[in-house]
């Protein structure tokens, strides 16, 4: 019986300092690139901000939304 409430309490002092050692931020919120989190951008012409996967880039390298993507300044 001492044999197991010490293994609880080696098991739970574990469990302890591995909650305090692990990092308590998640990683980097925007960084996108998996699964249903998607970064968004902004519509340089118009301000719209929308999904990147729905955004496009002109030769400037600025954000334009579908509407303004084929338009120049
Ligand atoms: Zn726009």
Same mark, same amino acid.
């Given at each position: 019986m001492r044999l197991i409430l010490l293994a609880i309490l080696v098991v739970l002092a574990g469990l302890i300092i591995w909650s305090l050692l692990k990092p308590s931020s998640p990683p980097?919120?925007? $960084? $996108?690139?998996? $699964?249903?989190y998607e970064p968004m951008v902004r519509c340089q012409r118009c301000g719209v901000n929308l999904p990147q996967s729905q955004a496009s880039r002109d030769t400037d390298g600025n954000w334009r939304c579908p509407a303004h993507r084929h338009e120049n300044d």
């Open positions: 980097a919120p925007r $960084g $996108g690139g998996k $699964g249903d």
